[in-house]
């Protein structure tokens, strides 16, 4: 017999009668009429192919083999309560694991924050992905992907704007002590780039202003990445400028391992937005997580 065509409703009926030697007290219980439970029981035992109660006109008594599927009865019933109990209390309660995909320069300033959501929520497990391609969250299977710029079509995601950003430039101590002092936009002319290479294969130019007009513009490259990791590591060693996000930015410069450059040529950057997949239900876990991140952008700078 498959285990989806069990009757449940039948089963539950059994029980009730069984627990109460009645059918009267068994409809009672169970709000419905005694002819209902008579049916129910019946139908059971048809599809059993044996008798589970012995009935009289004054006592309702468990069978041989009533009494051994009883047992079985109970416990299959009590496992559906237990589970049906520790659903809802993850309804209630963050619980579970959330997949979180995130631009690798954001990860790495994320990712000491955590030990905060493990110590309010210790039962939320994230799975973390640093990663600067254009992930698909449905497709992927992510619960939240952070993302910079362009979003995708209307109604595919449940969107939640994080920040904006600011592109600047930034170099190391080293690097400026080596090279030409920068005091306008020209002074870019013979300066070394570190250039960030995109998922879509093109490299990134510099977006910059000279308070007329935002133009693009690359010096020579020194170095050309697609790796979130080594294009910051990079401009931290002092082989060039790179433009970076001013949030991703931020700490480094705090650490005094970047200094800001030419700080009038910056520009606005692309919004960061937190992507969920539509047309599922938020549960208590994805919802802590995308709270965090929340509270994490509006605090950075």
């Known amino acids: 017999?498959?285990?989806?065509?069990?009757?449940?409703?039948?089963?539950?009926?059994?029980?009730?009668?069984?627990?109460?030697?009645?059918?009267?007290?068994?409809?009672e219980k169970l709000g419905t009429s005694k002819s209902n439970v008579g049916k129910a029981v019946q139908r059971l035992e048809a599809r059993l192919g044996t008798r589970l109660l012995q009935r009289t006109t004054r006592a309702v008594r468990l069978t041989e083999d009533g009494e051994l599927y009883l047992d079985a009865a109970r416990a299959a019933l009590d496992?559906?309560?237990?589970?049906?109990?520790?659903?809802?209390?993850?309804?209630?309660?963050?619980v579970g694991r959330v997949r979180l995909d995130v631009p690798i320069g954001f990860g790495r300033l994320l990712l000491p924050t955590f030990h905060r959501i493990r110590q309010r929520y210790p039962k939320v497990t994230i799975e973390l992905n640093l990663s600067d391609r254009q992930s698909d969250?449905?497709?992927?299977?992510?619960?939240i992907v952070v993302r910079?710029?362009?979003?995708?079509?209307?109604?595919?995601?449940?969107?939640?704007?994080?920040?904006?950003?600011?592109?600047?430039?930034?170099?190391?101590?080293?690097?400026?002590?080596?090279?030409?002092?920068?005091?306008?936009?020209?002074?870019?002319t013979g300066q070394e780039a570190i250039v960030f290479r995109a998922g879509s294969g093109k490299t990134r130019p510099w977006?910059?202003?000279?308070?007329?007009?935002?133009?693009d513009t690359t010096p020579p490259a020194s170095l050309i990445t697609g790796d979130g990791r080594a294009f910051i590591d990079a401009a931290i060693a002092g082989l060039g400028i790179a433009q970076i996000f001013d949030r991703v930015a931020a700490p480094h410069?705090?650490?005094?391992?970047?200094?800001?450059?030419?700080?009038?040529?910056?520009?606005?950057?692309?919004?960061?937005?937190?992507?969920?997949?539509?047309?599922?239900g938020m549960p208590p876990r994805t919802r802590v997580v995308l709270d965090h991140l929340v509270e994490f952008f509006r605090r950075q700078l």
């Open 1 to 27: 017999m498959a285990l989806t065509e069990l009757p449940i409703n039948d089963i539950a009926t059994f029980v009730a009668v069984a627990q109460n030697a009645s059918f009267t007290k068994a409809a």
């Open 79 to 94: 496992g559906l309560s237990e589970a049906e109990t520790a659903l809802s209390a993850r309804r209630d309660e963050p």
């Open 137 to 143: 969250p449905v497709k992927d299977g992510w619960d």
């Open 148 to 188: 910079a710029g362009v979003l995708p079509a209307e109604g595919e995601m449940t969107v939640r704007k994080l920040c904006d950003m600011r592109l600047g430039l930034y170099a190391s101590s080293a690097y400026l002590a080596s090279h030409a002092p920068l005091v306008s936009i020209d002074d870019l």
């Open 207 to 215: 977006t910059v202003t000279d308070g007329a007009r935002v133009f």
């Open 253 to 280: 410069v705090d650490a005094g391992e970047l200094e800001p450059v030419l700080t009038q040529a910056d520009v606005d950057g692309p919004p960061v937005h937190a992507l969920i997949p539509a047309g599922r």
